[in-house]
């Protein structure tokens, strides 16, 4: 149960980092694309690590 929700905030966090993407393109204000990249990098990696921790 633990891992789903590791998973699950993973997968939130790839989710933000797409939001603040699209977000930043409509709007003028210029957010950093690092923002976005790193937001969805460490999605990815909480992701793989709550995948790695179910499999076990």
Do not use: A
Not at 4 to 18: A, D, E, H, P, V
Not at 36 to 41: A, E, G, K, N, Q
């Amino acid at each position: 149960m633990k891992s789903i929700k590791i998973i699950l905030i993973g997968i939130s966090l790839m989710l933000i980092g797409i939001g603040i993407y699209i977000f930043s393109n409509y709007v003028p204000i210029s957010y950093d694309d690092g923002l976005f990249i790193l937001f969805f990098i460490i999605g990815i990696i909480v992701t793989v690590i709550g995948s790695i921790t179910r499999c076990n």
